[in-house]
Protein backbone atom coordinates (compact mmCIF):
# COMPACT_ATOMS: atom_id res chain seq x y z
CA UNK A 1 0.00 0.00 0.00
CA UNK A 2 1.10 3.35 -1.17
CA UNK A 3 1.32 6.04 1.58
CA UNK A 4 -0.03 8.86 -1.00
CA UNK A 5 -3.11 6.67 -2.26
CA UNK A 6 -7.11 6.28 -1.74
CA UNK A 7 -6.34 3.35 0.14
CA UNK A 8 -4.01 4.43 2.85
CA UNK A 9 -6.35 7.86 3.23
CA UNK A 10 -9.16 5.25 3.96
CA UNK A 11 -6.81 2.86 6.03
CA UNK A 12 -4.97 4.86 8.59
CA UNK A 13 -7.97 6.91 10.01
CA UNK A 14 -9.84 3.31 10.62
CA UNK A 15 -6.79 1.63 11.82
CA UNK A 16 -6.11 4.58 14.31
CA UNK A 17 -9.76 4.65 15.69
CA UNK A 18 -9.79 0.71 15.94
CA UNK A 19 -6.11 0.90 17.56
CA UNK A 20 -7.01 3.23 20.63
CA UNK A 21 -10.60 2.35 20.57
CA UNK A 22 -10.59 -1.00 20.78
CA UNK A 23 -6.99 -2.25 20.79
CA UNK A 24 -5.90 0.21 23.73
CA UNK A 25 -7.68 -1.81 26.22
CA UNK A 26 -4.55 -4.29 26.86
CA UNK A 27 -1.02 -4.27 25.22
CA UNK A 28 -1.72 -7.84 23.98
CA UNK A 29 -4.43 -6.45 21.85
CA UNK A 30 -2.61 -3.88 20.95
CA UNK A 31 0.30 -5.94 19.72
CA UNK A 32 -2.29 -8.13 17.40
CA UNK A 33 -4.15 -5.12 16.41
CA UNK A 34 -0.70 -3.52 15.30
CA UNK A 35 0.21 -6.83 13.57
CA UNK A 36 -2.67 -7.39 11.57
CA UNK A 37 -2.98 -3.81 10.15
CA UNK A 38 0.61 -4.41 9.37
CA UNK A 39 -0.13 -7.53 7.47
CA UNK A 40 -3.03 -6.06 5.59
CA UNK A 41 -1.17 -3.08 4.51
CA UNK A 42 1.85 -5.21 3.31
CA UNK A 43 -0.30 -8.01 1.07
CA UNK A 44 -2.04 -5.29 -0.23
CA UNK A 45 0.84 -4.90 -2.61
CA UNK A 46 0.98 -8.73 -3.23
CA UNK A 47 -0.26 -11.20 -0.73
CA UNK A 48 1.94 -14.07 -2.18
CA UNK A 49 5.17 -12.16 -0.44
CA UNK A 50 3.27 -11.87 2.70
CA UNK A 51 3.98 -15.51 3.45
CA UNK A 52 7.84 -14.57 2.93
CA UNK A 53 7.71 -11.80 5.55
CA UNK A 54 6.13 -14.47 8.11
CA UNK A 55 8.25 -17.40 7.63
CA UNK A 56 11.43 -15.10 7.49
CA UNK A 57 10.45 -13.29 10.71
CA UNK A 58 9.48 -16.85 12.51
CA UNK A 59 12.91 -18.26 11.62
CA UNK A 60 14.77 -15.60 13.27
CA UNK A 61 11.85 -15.55 16.66
CA UNK A 62 13.32 -19.16 17.06
CA UNK A 63 16.64 -18.37 16.17
CA UNK A 64 16.89 -15.60 18.41
CA UNK A 65 15.64 -18.49 21.19
CA UNK A 66 18.11 -20.70 20.34
CA UNK A 67 21.11 -17.79 21.12
CA UNK A 68 19.58 -17.02 24.34
CA UNK A 69 19.80 -21.05 25.50
CA UNK A 70 22.66 -21.62 23.64
CA UNK A 71 25.48 -23.10 26.67
CA UNK A 72 28.46 -22.35 24.99
CA UNK A 73 30.09 -19.11 22.54
CA UNK A 74 30.80 -21.93 20.07
CA UNK A 75 26.79 -22.90 19.74
CA UNK A 76 25.70 -19.53 20.28
CA UNK A 77 27.79 -18.25 17.19
CA UNK A 78 26.71 -21.29 15.45
CA UNK A 79 22.95 -20.70 15.63
CA UNK A 80 23.78 -16.95 14.52
CA UNK A 81 25.78 -18.14 11.19
CA UNK A 82 21.97 -19.81 10.67
CA UNK A 83 20.04 -16.74 10.87
CA UNK A 84 23.03 -14.73 8.78
CA UNK A 85 22.85 -17.41 5.92
CA UNK A 86 18.89 -17.80 6.00
CA UNK A 87 18.46 -14.23 5.52
CA UNK A 88 21.23 -13.08 3.20
CA UNK A 89 20.56 -16.39 1.40
CA UNK A 90 16.54 -15.36 0.71
CA UNK A 91 17.55 -11.63 -0.01
CA UNK A 92 20.39 -13.38 -2.22
CA UNK A 93 18.27 -15.18 -4.28
CA UNK A 94 15.53 -12.65 -4.61
CA UNK A 95 17.63 -9.75 -5.43
CA UNK A 96 21.57 -10.80 -6.17
CA UNK A 97 21.02 -14.46 -8.15
CA UNK A 98 20.96 -13.03 -11.69
CA UNK A 99 24.29 -10.20 -10.42
CA UNK A 100 26.68 -12.86 -9.58
CA UNK A 101 24.89 -15.43 -12.39
CA UNK A 102 25.57 -13.07 -15.33
CA UNK A 103 29.12 -11.94 -13.61
CA UNK A 104 30.44 -15.64 -13.34
CA UNK A 105 29.19 -15.90 -17.07
CA UNK A 106 31.25 -13.01 -18.19
CA UNK A 107 34.07 -14.57 -16.09
CA UNK A 108 33.73 -17.84 -17.39
CA UNK A 109 33.50 -16.37 -20.78
CA UNK A 110 36.51 -14.69 -20.75
CA UNK A 111 38.75 -17.77 -19.76
CA UNK A 112 37.47 -19.42 -23.29
CA UNK A 113 34.30 -21.63 -21.58
CA UNK A 114 30.69 -21.03 -22.20
CA UNK A 115 28.83 -22.23 -19.27
CA UNK A 116 25.31 -22.77 -19.58
CA UNK A 117 24.05 -21.70 -16.04
CA UNK A 118 20.01 -20.64 -15.07
CA UNK A 119 18.39 -17.39 -14.92
CA UNK A 120 15.56 -16.89 -12.11
CA UNK A 121 12.91 -14.63 -13.35
CA UNK A 122 11.49 -13.35 -9.94
CA UNK A 123 9.83 -10.30 -8.47
CA UNK A 124 11.59 -8.47 -5.94
CA UNK A 125 9.77 -8.66 -2.73
CA UNK A 126 9.10 -4.96 -1.56
CA UNK A 127 11.06 -4.04 1.45
CA UNK A 128 12.74 -7.23 1.31
CA UNK A 129 16.14 -5.44 1.77
CA UNK A 130 14.82 -3.20 4.57
CA UNK A 131 12.95 -6.05 6.54
CA UNK A 132 15.81 -8.54 6.68
CA UNK A 133 18.30 -5.89 8.06
CA UNK A 134 15.77 -4.88 10.64
CA UNK A 135 15.30 -8.91 11.58
CA UNK A 136 19.34 -9.64 11.71
CA UNK A 137 19.20 -6.60 13.84
CA UNK A 138 17.64 -8.47 16.74
CA UNK A 139 19.34 -11.95 16.02
CA UNK A 140 22.48 -9.86 16.08
CA UNK A 141 21.90 -8.00 19.45
CA UNK A 142 21.06 -11.39 21.12
CA UNK A 143 23.94 -13.05 20.60
CA UNK A 144 25.71 -9.84 21.52
CA UNK A 145 23.71 -9.71 25.40
CA UNK A 146 22.84 -6.57 24.04
CA UNK A 147 19.06 -7.92 24.29
CA UNK A 148 17.33 -10.83 26.25
CA UNK A 149 15.40 -12.86 23.24
CA UNK A 150 11.01 -12.55 23.23
CA UNK A 151 9.78 -15.65 24.02
CA UNK A 152 6.34 -13.87 22.64
CA UNK A 153 5.98 -13.89 18.98
CA UNK A 154 3.51 -11.69 18.59
CA UNK A 155 5.82 -8.94 19.83
CA UNK A 156 8.89 -10.27 17.49
CA UNK A 157 6.23 -10.34 14.14
CA UNK A 158 4.88 -6.68 14.99
CA UNK A 159 9.09 -5.80 15.29
CA UNK A 160 9.42 -7.04 12.33
CA UNK A 161 6.15 -6.10 10.37
CA UNK A 162 5.12 -2.46 12.09
CA UNK A 163 4.12 -1.05 9.22
CA UNK A 164 5.12 3.04 9.00
CA UNK A 165 8.55 2.03 8.20
CA UNK A 166 8.27 -1.50 7.42
CA UNK A 167 8.90 -1.26 3.02
CA UNK A 168 11.42 1.37 3.38
CA UNK A 169 12.68 2.09 6.92
CA UNK A 170 13.86 3.39 9.01
CA UNK A 171 15.87 0.31 9.86
CA UNK A 172 14.85 -0.23 13.44
CA UNK A 173 17.26 -1.55 16.06
CA UNK A 174 15.87 -4.58 18.08
CA UNK A 175 16.98 -2.60 21.34
CA UNK A 176 15.18 0.52 20.10
CA UNK A 177 11.95 -0.26 19.09
CA UNK A 178 10.99 -3.84 20.62
CA UNK A 179 11.08 -2.31 24.11
CA UNK A 180 8.59 -0.28 22.88
CA UNK A 181 6.19 -2.74 21.69
CA UNK A 182 6.85 -5.32 24.62
CA UNK A 183 5.15 -2.17 27.27
CA UNK A 184 1.59 -0.40 27.13
CA UNK A 185 1.70 2.90 24.85
CA UNK A 186 -0.57 5.65 25.76
CA UNK A 187 -2.48 8.13 23.49
CA UNK A 188 -0.53 11.28 23.75
CA UNK A 189 -1.90 14.16 22.13
CA UNK A 190 1.38 16.29 21.68
CA UNK A 191 3.11 13.41 19.82
CA UNK A 192 0.10 12.61 17.90
CA UNK A 193 0.12 16.49 16.52
CA UNK A 194 3.53 16.37 15.91
CA UNK A 195 3.41 13.14 14.06
CA UNK A 196 0.99 14.49 11.82
CA UNK A 197 3.17 17.58 11.57
CA UNK A 198 5.84 15.68 9.97
CA UNK A 199 3.68 13.85 7.78
CA UNK A 200 2.62 16.96 5.99
CA UNK A 201 6.03 17.68 5.40
CA UNK A 202 7.02 14.52 4.00
CA UNK A 203 3.99 14.07 1.93
CA UNK A 204 5.37 17.54 0.40
CA UNK A 205 8.27 16.43 -0.32
CA UNK A 206 7.28 13.11 -2.05
CA UNK A 207 4.25 14.49 -3.69
CA UNK A 208 5.40 18.22 -4.86
CA UNK A 209 9.49 17.79 -5.14
CA UNK A 210 10.05 14.13 -5.79
CA UNK A 211 7.01 13.28 -7.92
CA UNK A 212 7.76 17.11 -9.69
CA UNK A 213 11.27 16.37 -10.43
CA UNK A 214 11.22 12.79 -11.80
CA UNK A 215 9.38 13.52 -15.20
CA UNK A 216 11.96 16.07 -15.90
CA UNK A 217 15.00 13.76 -14.56
CA UNK A 218 13.16 11.10 -16.97
CA UNK A 219 13.66 13.52 -20.20
CA UNK A 220 16.77 14.48 -19.26
CA UNK A 221 18.60 11.34 -18.34
CA UNK A 222 16.46 9.23 -21.37
CA UNK A 223 18.28 11.84 -24.08
CA UNK A 224 21.11 11.14 -26.09
CA UNK A 225 23.79 12.53 -23.92
CA UNK A 226 25.80 13.44 -26.80
CA UNK A 227 23.64 16.32 -28.32
CA UNK A 228 22.57 17.74 -24.80
CA UNK A 229 23.46 20.84 -23.56
CA UNK A 230 26.15 20.91 -20.40
CA UNK A 231 23.83 22.55 -18.43
CA UNK A 232 21.06 20.47 -19.42
CA UNK A 233 22.80 17.63 -17.95
CA UNK A 234 23.73 19.33 -14.94
CA UNK A 235 20.25 20.05 -13.99
CA UNK A 236 19.29 16.37 -14.55
CA UNK A 237 21.89 15.55 -11.86
CA UNK A 238 20.69 18.19 -9.86
CA UNK A 239 16.73 17.39 -9.95
CA UNK A 240 17.74 13.44 -9.55
CA UNK A 241 19.60 14.61 -6.18
CA UNK A 242 16.17 16.27 -4.84
CA UNK A 243 13.88 13.65 -6.19
CA UNK A 244 15.93 10.70 -4.28
CA UNK A 245 16.45 13.31 -1.38
CA UNK A 246 12.22 14.52 -1.60
CA UNK A 247 10.88 10.80 -2.18
CA UNK A 248 13.39 8.82 0.76
CA UNK A 249 13.32 11.82 3.40
CA UNK A 250 9.66 12.03 2.47
CA UNK A 251 8.76 8.46 3.10
CA UNK A 252 10.78 8.32 6.49
CA UNK A 253 8.95 11.91 7.83
CA UNK A 254 5.91 9.94 6.70
CA UNK A 255 6.31 6.81 8.41
CA UNK A 256 7.97 8.60 11.59
CA UNK A 257 4.88 10.97 11.62
CA UNK A 258 2.53 7.78 11.17
CA UNK A 259 4.71 5.43 13.72
CA UNK A 260 3.65 8.51 15.86
CA UNK A 261 0.34 8.48 15.96
CA UNK A 262 0.46 4.90 17.33
CA UNK A 263 2.64 5.82 20.26
CA UNK A 264 5.92 4.52 18.55
CA UNK A 265 9.30 6.65 18.64
CA UNK A 266 11.17 5.51 15.36
CA UNK A 267 15.01 6.76 14.43
CA UNK A 268 15.71 9.54 12.37
CA UNK A 269 16.58 8.38 9.41
CA UNK A 270 17.32 11.95 7.40
CA UNK A 271 18.97 15.43 8.91
CA UNK A 272 19.04 17.84 6.61
CA UNK A 273 22.12 15.78 4.42
CA UNK A 274 22.57 18.46 1.70
CA UNK A 275 23.78 21.34 4.16
CA UNK A 276 26.56 19.01 5.26
CA UNK A 277 30.22 20.25 5.20
CA UNK A 278 31.91 17.23 4.33
CA UNK A 279 31.17 13.76 3.18
CA UNK A 280 31.37 12.28 6.83
CA UNK A 281 29.20 14.55 7.55
CA UNK A 282 26.80 13.74 4.76
CA UNK A 283 27.01 10.04 5.81
CA UNK A 284 25.95 10.94 9.70
CA UNK A 285 22.82 12.67 8.23
CA UNK A 286 21.65 10.58 5.13
CA UNK A 287 19.86 7.28 5.51
CA UNK A 288 21.34 7.54 9.47
CA UNK A 289 19.74 3.80 10.06
CA UNK A 290 21.62 2.21 7.64
CA UNK A 291 24.83 4.03 7.32
CA UNK A 292 24.70 2.98 11.18
CA UNK A 293 23.94 -0.41 10.93
CA UNK A 294 26.52 -0.82 8.25
CA UNK A 295 29.13 0.84 10.83
CA UNK A 296 28.49 -1.57 13.35
CA UNK A 297 28.04 -4.74 11.42
CA UNK A 298 30.40 -3.99 8.94
CA UNK A 299 32.37 -1.44 9.70
CA UNK A 300 33.89 -1.91 13.18
CA UNK A 301 33.80 -5.80 12.51
CA UNK A 302 36.39 -5.41 10.13
CA UNK A 303 38.61 -3.54 12.44
CA UNK A 304 37.00 -0.45 12.23
CA UNK A 305 39.57 2.76 12.75
CA UNK A 306 42.15 0.47 14.90
CA UNK A 307 44.93 1.73 12.29
CA UNK A 308 45.36 4.06 9.55
CA UNK A 309 45.88 1.49 6.66
CA UNK A 310 43.39 -0.86 7.80
CA UNK A 311 41.27 1.85 7.56
CA UNK A 312 41.24 2.85 4.23
CA UNK A 313 39.99 -1.43 3.27
CA UNK A 314 37.27 -1.07 6.13
CA UNK A 315 35.80 2.24 4.83
CA UNK A 316 36.22 0.92 1.40
CA UNK A 317 34.81 -2.12 1.74
CA UNK A 318 32.00 -0.99 3.93
CA UNK A 319 30.81 1.56 1.32
CA UNK A 320 31.12 -0.65 -1.63
CA UNK A 321 28.86 -3.06 -0.05
CA UNK A 322 26.40 -0.62 1.02
CA UNK A 323 26.47 0.39 -2.71
CA UNK A 324 25.40 -3.10 -3.48
CA UNK A 325 22.53 -3.38 -0.90
CA UNK A 326 20.66 -0.74 -2.73
CA UNK A 327 20.34 -2.88 -5.74
CA UNK A 328 22.37 -5.52 -8.23
CA UNK A 329 23.56 -3.63 -10.55
CA UNK A 330 27.17 -1.93 -11.26
CA UNK A 331 26.16 1.84 -10.75
CA UNK A 332 25.28 1.12 -7.01
CA UNK A 333 28.63 -0.76 -6.47
CA UNK A 334 30.59 2.21 -8.27
CA UNK A 335 28.29 4.69 -6.48
CA UNK A 336 29.18 3.23 -2.90
CA UNK A 337 33.24 2.75 -4.18
CA UNK A 338 33.02 6.29 -5.04
CA UNK A 339 31.51 7.34 -1.70
CA UNK A 340 34.42 5.58 -0.31
CA UNK A 341 36.86 6.90 -2.40
CA UNK A 342 35.32 10.64 -1.04
CA UNK A 343 35.62 9.14 2.43
CA UNK A 344 39.17 8.59 2.43
CA UNK A 345 41.20 12.42 3.03
CA UNK A 346 39.00 12.39 6.28
CA UNK A 347 41.19 9.40 7.31
CA UNK A 348 43.91 10.65 5.99
CA UNK A 349 43.97 14.35 7.70
CA UNK A 350 42.48 12.13 11.04
CA UNK A 351 39.41 14.45 10.83
CA UNK A 352 36.91 14.86 13.85
CA UNK A 353 33.04 14.76 13.23
CA UNK A 354 31.62 18.38 12.96
CA UNK A 355 28.34 18.06 15.45
CA UNK A 356 27.56 21.65 15.83
CA UNK A 357 24.90 22.79 12.96
CA UNK A 358 26.60 24.80 9.49
CA UNK A 359 25.96 28.57 9.14
CA UNK A 360 26.24 30.85 6.37
CA UNK A 361 29.71 30.98 6.68
CA UNK A 362 29.81 27.29 5.81
CA UNK A 363 28.47 28.11 2.30
CA UNK A 364 31.98 27.37 0.44
CA UNK A 365 31.93 23.26 2.06
CA UNK A 366 28.60 22.86 1.76
CA UNK A 367 28.30 23.45 -1.95
CA UNK A 368 31.29 21.77 -2.68
CA UNK A 369 29.81 18.86 -0.81
CA UNK A 370 26.79 18.73 -2.08
CA UNK A 371 28.62 18.92 -5.92
CA UNK A 372 30.24 15.95 -5.66
CA UNK A 373 27.43 14.23 -3.83
CA UNK A 374 25.46 15.40 -7.14
CA UNK A 375 28.30 13.55 -9.70
CA UNK A 376 28.12 10.43 -7.55
CA UNK A 377 23.99 10.33 -7.87
CA UNK A 378 24.42 10.24 -11.29
CA UNK A 379 26.05 6.89 -10.99
CA UNK A 380 22.82 5.82 -9.19
CA UNK A 381 20.62 7.01 -11.97
CA UNK A 382 21.96 6.14 -14.59
CA UNK A 383 21.33 2.36 -16.45
CA UNK A 384 24.93 1.49 -16.29
CA UNK A 385 28.68 2.22 -15.74
CA UNK A 386 29.41 3.55 -19.34
CA UNK A 387 26.15 5.75 -19.53
CA UNK A 388 26.95 7.16 -16.66
CA UNK A 389 30.35 8.07 -17.22
CA UNK A 390 29.13 9.23 -20.68
CA UNK A 391 26.70 11.80 -19.02
CA UNK A 392 29.40 13.13 -16.77
CA UNK A 393 31.76 13.05 -19.60
CA UNK A 394 29.35 15.39 -22.06
CA UNK A 395 28.07 17.49 -18.83
CA UNK A 396 31.53 18.83 -18.92
CA UNK A 397 32.70 18.93 -22.58
CA UNK A 398 29.00 20.42 -23.23
CA UNK A 399 29.18 23.00 -20.40
CA UNK A 400 30.25 25.91 -22.77
CA UNK A 401 27.42 25.28 -25.53
CA UNK A 402 23.75 26.95 -25.09
CA UNK A 403 24.57 28.47 -21.61
CA UNK A 404 21.66 30.46 -21.61
CA UNK A 405 19.71 27.11 -21.04
CA UNK A 406 20.63 27.77 -17.34
CA UNK A 407 18.15 30.41 -17.36
CA UNK A 408 15.43 28.20 -18.64
CA UNK A 409 15.65 25.74 -15.62
CA UNK A 410 16.36 28.28 -13.43
CA UNK A 411 12.76 29.43 -14.29
CA UNK A 412 11.15 26.05 -13.99
CA UNK A 413 8.42 25.64 -11.09
CA UNK A 414 10.13 22.93 -9.37
CA UNK A 415 13.93 24.93 -9.27
CA UNK A 416 11.86 27.62 -6.97
CA UNK A 417 9.84 24.73 -5.15
CA UNK A 418 13.57 23.00 -4.18
CA UNK A 419 14.33 26.35 -3.42
CA UNK A 420 11.39 27.25 -1.17
CA UNK A 421 12.09 23.84 0.55
CA UNK A 422 15.80 24.59 1.13
CA UNK A 423 14.76 27.90 2.73
CA UNK A 424 12.50 26.40 5.50
CA UNK A 425 14.71 23.04 6.20
CA UNK A 426 17.82 25.64 7.13
CA UNK A 427 15.72 27.50 8.29
CA UNK A 428 14.78 24.51 11.02
CA UNK A 429 18.03 22.88 10.65
CA UNK A 430 18.09 22.47 14.64
CA UNK A 431 14.68 20.34 14.83
CA UNK A 432 13.97 16.96 14.31
CA UNK A 433 11.65 18.35 10.95
CA UNK A 434 11.01 21.34 9.23
CA UNK A 435 7.06 21.78 10.93
CA UNK A 436 8.67 21.14 14.42
CA UNK A 437 8.08 24.74 15.33
CA UNK A 438 5.99 26.93 14.28
CA UNK A 439 3.91 30.21 14.98
CA UNK A 440 2.00 30.03 18.64
CA UNK A 441 -1.09 31.72 16.86
CA UNK A 442 -3.38 29.00 15.80
CA UNK A 443 -4.02 31.37 12.52
CA UNK A 444 -0.91 31.01 11.71
CA UNK A 445 -0.16 27.38 12.00
CA UNK A 446 -3.42 26.54 9.95
CA UNK A 447 -2.71 28.95 7.46
CA UNK A 448 0.93 27.43 7.00
CA UNK A 449 -0.96 23.61 7.29
CA UNK A 450 -3.55 25.23 4.27
CA UNK A 451 -1.10 26.58 1.73
CA UNK A 452 1.19 23.22 2.17
CA UNK A 453 -1.96 20.93 1.20
CA UNK A 454 -3.12 23.49 -1.29
CA UNK A 455 0.44 23.01 -2.61
CA UNK A 456 0.07 19.31 -2.82
CA UNK A 457 -3.01 19.27 -4.10
CA UNK A 458 -2.33 21.66 -6.79
CA UNK A 459 1.03 19.16 -8.15
CA UNK A 460 -0.85 16.25 -7.17
CA UNK A 461 -0.94 13.50 -10.47
CA UNK A 462 -4.26 12.01 -10.00
CA UNK A 463 -3.19 10.44 -13.75
CA UNK A 464 -0.23 8.57 -12.19
CA UNK A 465 0.75 6.52 -9.07
CA UNK A 466 4.36 7.62 -8.27
CA UNK A 467 5.97 4.65 -6.17
CA UNK A 468 8.48 5.32 -3.68
CA UNK A 469 12.14 5.04 -5.39
CA UNK A 470 13.61 3.08 -2.24
CA UNK A 471 10.72 -0.06 -2.71
CA UNK A 472 13.17 -1.56 -5.41
CA UNK A 473 15.43 -1.80 -2.75
Known amino acids: MLFPSFAFLIFLPVVYLLYW ?83 LVDLMHGIGLQPDLPTLHLVLPVGISFYTFQSLSYTIDVYRGRLAATRKPVEFLAFVSLFPQLVAGPIERATDLLPQIQRPRHFDRAQATDGLRQMLWGFFKKMVIADGCGPLVARIFDSPVDTTPGFTLFFGAFLFAFQIYGDFSGYSDIAIGCARLFGFNLSRNFAYPYFSRSIAEFWRRWHISLSSWFRDNVYLPLGGWRNKSGRFRNIMITFTVSGLWHGANWTFVSWGALHGAYYLPAIVRDAKPRRDDASLSDLPSILFTFLIVLLAWVFFRAAGVPQALAYLKYMVLHAPLHPGIALY ?26 LAVLPRSTLKRWAIYTFIVLVILLYMDVQTTHEFIYFQF
Not at 36 to 63: C, H, I, N, P, T
Not at 73 to 85: D, E, F, G, Q
Not at 409 to 426: C, K, N, P, S, Y
Open 409 to 434: WLQQHITWLIGALLVVEWKARHQQHA
Open 21 to 103: YVANRSLRLQNIFILLASYVFYGWWDVRFLSLLVGSSLVDFFLGIAIANASTAHVKKRWLIVSLVTNLGVLGVFKYFNFFRDG
